[in-house]
């Protein structure tokens, strides 16, 4: 089974500064997906990026990008230009790309989650 | 506005009675799935349908129950016989059973 470790429960940063949320993985399997979702006050997922294990190139979206290291199982998140807008809790999730069979199962695996404070 | 919708926001339930949770989606989605979140926790997921009138168990799926009648519908019943109903019920379609999800704004309930 796959499991998703997000070891730091807590990290702040400083407006307009740079910060970068770790995540790692355990799987045996050479083709998935990862992801991560970010959770603000409202409680609403909101997926932030996505990454493709078959791509070396780093997935960016705006001001977040992640370091993919799939020989470490390193997934982590990099928030540049932090904004107030920002603090949430952000939680990384891992789907396998099997094709499923009927019935079979195409869940998310989450980690625990990490709350980001940014202060002004 | 395409999007999914779940209601109500907050939920409020004796012990003993039976609650259901809307979760509907106009984005012709056909796969629909509820996780379910407590307190420091990850989402575990309860249930899964990839199409009408078919649907699966998932990781905790033990005193809940659910219907997929209709492509943009699929309500969670949280039984009496769930031990500990009190969490955070997140709702989440995708295009296809391998595609990104996408989550609903969730229900909080709370059993009295």
């Known amino acids: 089974a796959q499991t998703v470790t997000q070891s730091q429960p807590e990290m702040s940063v400083q407006e307009a500064e740079t910060v970068t949320l770790s995540c790692t993985y355990d799987t045996s399997e050479s083709d998935y997906y990862l992801f991560w979702y970010k959770q603000p006050p409202s409680r609403q997922m909101i997926l932030v990026i996505r990454q493709e294990a078959y791509k070396q190139q780093n997935a960016t979206e705006n001001r977040f990008s992640v370091n993919f290291q799939k020989a470490a199982k390193s997934f982590s998140l990099k928030i540049s230009d932090s904004q107030l807008g920002d603090a949430a809790m952000y939680f990384c999730?891992?789907?396998?790309?099997?094709?499923?069979?009927?019935?079979?199962?195409?869940?998310?695996?989450f980690g625990k989650g990490i709350t980001l404070s940014v202060r002004p | 506005d395409g999007g999914i919708t779940q209601s109500p926001k907050y939920l409020f339930r004796k012990e003993g009675q039976n609650v259901t949770l809307s979760c509907e989606q106009n984005l012709n989605h056909d796969a629909m799935y509820w996780y379910r979140q407590d307190p420091g926790q990850g989402l575990r997921l309860i249930y899964y349908?990839?199409?009408?009138?078919?649907?699966q168990k998932g990781d905790i799926a033990e005193g809940y129950s659910v219907s997929r009648e209709k492509k943009e519908s699929f309500p969670l019943t949280v039984t009496s016989a769930q031990k500990n109903p009190t969490a955070f019920y997140l709702c989440?379609?995708?295009?296809?059973?391998?595609?990104?999800?996408?989550f609903g704004p969730g229900t909080r309930l709370t059993v009295l």
């Open positions: 999730a891992y789907r396998s790309a099997l094709i499923p069979a009927v019935g079979a199962n195409s869940k998310l695996t």
């Open positions: 989440a379609s995708s295009i296809d059973r391998t595609d990104t999800q996408y």
């Open positions: 349908s990839q199409i009408v009138n078919d649907f």
